[in-house]
């Protein structure tokens, strides 16, 4: 794995040595193109003017932001030059909180930190600290000429750099039609139950992008049969009618347990 950048971990007087690394991958993307009907000839975008509809080459395209309906201010590289964040390469810790004091909305897009040279003693007294306090790093760091918002916490053997939201990048909730109205006793004990039947441990490995698999092999199977391929009819759907959701909570109840039920019996003809 390559680093995207090596830099430091800094906090108070201590600073590690490290490597930034992806920590996601993109291969789940299929990439689709738009192609003509009548001859899948691929359709190219030209950037046109809305005043004369004329196309504009690379060269005569500036940046410009609309401070006003139909009034731009243009902000030439110059500009940019003076506001640009310096990057030191440096994961700047300026507190620690607790995690769970941490809303999950926050949190963006993760980062490996591994150690370079001659910082593994520290790194491993910050991972472990950290582990035993519940605690994270909140930090500032600039990744590719953008200063973010970070968290720096355990994962394993690991330090992970999570990327996180400003708090004015969150929409408001106060913007949105939500209910004030009280659960029933009766209704809220059920679906309590019914969480509790459903529970179970978290294993990511379970979860598969169906989605991307199917779309995958109906794609291979057009390719293998020269681009076409017999229609599967199915039922559609019918509209659900409003039915009374203690009957749908004790329904789901008794299916969660015949679920269990089964699986212990599958349990038990293995042992």
């Known amino acids: 794995m390559r680093a995207i950048w090596k830099g430091a971990i800094s906090f ?3 600073n590690i040595p490290v490597g930034l690394y992806t920590a996601t991958k993109s291969a789940s993307q299929i990439k689709l193109h738009m192609l003509r009907d009548s001859d899948a000839s691929p359709i190219r975008y030209k950037r046109v003017a809305e005043a004369d509809q004329k196309e504009v080459e690379w060269e005569h395209i500036v940046k410009g932001y609309e401070y006003s309906k139909g009034e731009f201010v243009i902000l030439t590289p110059r500009d940019f030059e003076q506001v640009e964040i310096k990057s030191a390469q440096v994961v700047d810790i300026k507190e620690f ?21 001659g910082g593994d003693k520290a790194y491993t007294l910050l991972r472990e600290a950290l582990a035993r306090s519940g605690k994270v790093g909140i930090a500032k760091v600039v990744i590719r000429t953008r200063e973010h918002l970070a968290a720096v916490k355990p994962a394993g053997k690991a330090l992970v750099l999570e990327l996180m939201h400003f708090a004015d990048e969150l929409a408001d909730t106060s913007e949105l039609k939500l209910p004030d109205a009280e659960a029933g006793k009766k209704e809220l004990t059920m679906a309590e139950s019914l969480i509790d039947q459903m529970s179970g441990e978290w294993e990511p490995e379970q979860y598969k992008d169906e989605y991307r698999e199917a779309l995958v092999k109906l794609i291979e199977e057009k390719v293998a049969s020269g681009g076409k391929l017999p229609e599967k009819k199915g039922k559609a759907p019918k509209p659900s009618k409003v039915v009374d959701i203690a009957s749908l909570l004790q329904a789901s109840l008794d299916q969660a347990g015949k679920g269990k039920k089964s699986h212990k019996t599958k349990s038990r003809k293995a042992a």
């Open 12 to 14: 108070g007087l201590v």
């Open 97 to 117: 909180v607790d995690l769970a004091d941490i809303d999950p909305m926050y949190f963006d897009e993760p980062y490996y930190l591994a150690p370079e040279k």
